[in-house]
């Protein structure tokens, strides 16, 4: 059974990829890493990705170890620059 | 009472200066982060902002909280713009009060710091010679670091990659 | 350009916050120091600043000037107060703006710390029981060092001596 | 020949000396010290005045030594409180 993730691109990343948003199916028990593993694996041009992406999942800052559940939002976050 | 929002709507010093002060305060001090005609030594014409609204405005509410924490009291308003901003225009107006300036400015300096480091924000530079370029920023802290600044920055326009 | 002022008029920071800011500057930051109602735990219900005036805006106009140096814009204008003042009342706003915003907070507090240790203003705290009192001050750099704050401290009104 | 100064009185010595302003006659060559013996040997309410108290000459703070001229104002300057 897969787990439906719902991943979110922003600033530079959402340049890069052309998109805002996709929805990814990653096996049970998938964590961050894994998620990172599947989009950089399809290639350019997801391949812009970073290994070690920074990323929230659910609205809050999460590490590469993150376990994921079905329906969680995952963004990934360029480097961020307010103010 | 502590506020903290983030919204397209432009910005007004004097409103959220207002939501700051009571009888108990003898220090208020304002910040206005202000989009500049210049990067370094480059012109610039503009700037846009782009934020992830939802988690912004959670992340804005949390260093308002710690903020007033350091200030003693709730007196902390902080508003951050997002969308196209022209030069002059407020990004991120900032007020706190206290009866004492020391705690005023120290966590008036925290909440510019904090939301440098943590708010997911960001902004493209609009220069006058046509090319618009993002913003080096920060990895925010409780993520993987290996999303490197400089590996993400692009540029657009009719001056290509700089 | 810089901007310092002692005079006896209501001050409007948004009048204050206006004289400064440019095309240049990212950093604009706006500090009001304010009439608390309590000092220690005593309540206060108003004060009064005495000035000696003609020395009071020489001073300021200095000591805008060498905010000015640390801040590397002449962007800084200043305003202090003098007569009764109400509770919620601003006794002094402090304008500065700059390309960034580590010069910004420096000359900021650095103009709230120089005229607490040079302007020639006095103030007079009025409490709720009705007795007033001169505050306890700072002995002027360049000066004889034989004043001491304790020596000059008077009580008038209904209370006596306290 | 005797060196007319104009003394000015602020704030707490104000109050205490009950006038804001005094012409002082000095001997010529009279210095900011001088001018203090001067008030202070008038006695009561004189004395309240420190012996090595902070002054303003001409609108700039100055030390005890300062020498003093026909016409110079002489600010008697309590502790400041600004802000």
Not at chain 1, 45 to 50: A, G, T, V
Request: proline share 6%; aromatic share 6%; glycine share 10%.
């Amino acid at each position: 059974m897969s787990v439906p993730v719902h991943t979110l691109f922003f600033a530079a990343y959402r340049d890069r990829l052309g998109l805002s948003e996709l929805t990814v199916e990653l096996a049970q028990g998938a964590t961050v890493a894994d998620l990172v593993a599947e989009l950089r694996g399809r290639g350019s041009p997801f391949d812009i990705l970073p290994e070690q992406p920074a990323v929230a999942v659910n609205r809050t800052y999460a590490m590469l170890d993150e376990p994921l559940g079905a329906g969680d939002e995952v963004a990934f976050i360029p480097p961020v620059a307010g103010g | 009472m502590i506020f903290a929002r983030v919204a397209s709507e432009v910005i007004d010093p004097a409103e959220v200066l207002a939501r700051v002060g009571s009888d108990r305060d003898g220090a208020t001090l304002l910040f206005l982060g202000v989009v500049r005609d210049h990067a370094d030594d480059r012109p610039v014409s503009g700037m846009r902002y782009d934020a992830y609204e939802e988690m912004a405005g959670e992340v804005l509410s949390k260093i308002a909280a710690e903020a007033a924490e350091r200030l003693g009291t709730d007196r902390v308003a902080v508003v951050h713009r997002f969308g196209e901003l022209a030069i002059g225009e407020v990004s991120v107006a900032i007020a706190v009060s206290s009866p004492h300036r020391e705690e005023a400015y120290e966590a008036s300096r925290y909440v510019i710091e904090q939301l440098k480091e943590r708010l997911p924000v960001w902004k493209k530079e609009h220069y006058v010679d046509g090319v618009s370029e993002w913003v080096e920023g920060n990895v925010p802290p409780g993520t993987a670091s290996g999303a490197e600044p400089v590996a993400v920055g692009v540029a657009v326009g009719t001056g290509g990659d700089a």
